[in-house]
């Protein structure tokens, strides 16, 4: 199983609000992603963690918060959004084993709207 | 700085009518080469990853190569169900960080 799951599917907020962006894996990864994707073009990284640990951080501005609160979840917590930040926003985990990081398997993505 | 460039940018294909997408990359210390599928709203799919040069990979109808300074993905007898993008990502000596290309949209006709 290659599963990774993220909810919701679809976000609208406003610029205002707090809203949790989730993603769970039980492959037993130990490296997990965030990524920011715009139309027609590539995703973007966001974060990486190892081991339960932030280890990149692409200068993400601040109202983007991640967290990782155990080997299967990764939340990806926003505040204060601008509509510049409408994007579908992809999770992502990967095997790692002696910091060799291996393919990444991406989840079906959250398709946020900021208004 | 570490780079990958894909081309075409669009390809449009007649059902059948076989060609090769191109990845051309520019990495200081390789540790991998991945090909991913992409349809339109979704998160990428995994279809392979390469690690030295001379390296093949096949799955259906597809079949990835490698060389030293770029990767081939080669469709044989597509289908329309084949149409999507293709991104072509690279490792290199930054731990953990892929390096995406802009992909490659293909439309195959019936």
């Known amino acids: 199983d290659t599963e990774v799951t993220q909810t919701p599917k679809h976000l609208v907020m406003g610029m205002t609000n707090k809203k949790s962006l989730k993603c769970e894996q039980h492959?037993?990864?130990?490296?997990m992603y965030w990524y920011k994707q715009k139309a027609k073009k590539p995703p973007e990284l966001m974060f990486v963690?190892?081991?339960?640990?932030?280890?990149i951080n692409e200068s993400v501005p601040s109202r983007f918060s991640p967290e990782c609160p155990n080997s299967s979840l990764l939340n990806l917590h926003l505040h204060a959004l601008q509509p510049e930040d409408s994007a579908l926003y992809l999770c992502?985990?990967?095997?790692?084993?002696?910091?060799?990081?291996?393919?990444?398997?991406f989840g079906p993505g959250t398709r946020l709207t900021v208004t | 700085e570490d780079q990958v460039t894909q081309s075409p940018e669009a390809l449009r294909l007649q059902e059948g009518e076989s060609s090769s997408l191109n990845c051309s990359y520019t990495?200081?210390?390789?540790?991998?080469l991945f090909w991913y599928r992409q349809d339109p709203g979704k998160g990428p799919e995994f279809l392979f990853t390469l690690y030295s040069a001379g390296e093949e990979k096949e799955k259906e109808r597809l079949k990835a190569t490698l060389t030293k300074k770029e990767s081939f993905l080669h469709i044989t007898a597509p289908k329309p169900e084949d149409s999507a993008t293709y991104l072509c990502a690279v490792r290199g000596s930054t731990l953990g960080r892929l390096y995406f290309g802009r992909g490659t949209q293909l439309t195959v006709w019936p």
């Open positions: 990495v200081s210390g390789l540790r991998g």
């Open positions: 963690y190892s081991y339960e640990k932030l280890s």
């Open positions: 492959m037993g990864h130990r490296a």
């Open positions: 992502a985990s990967s095997l790692m084993t002696s910091g060799s990081y291996y393919e990444q398997y």
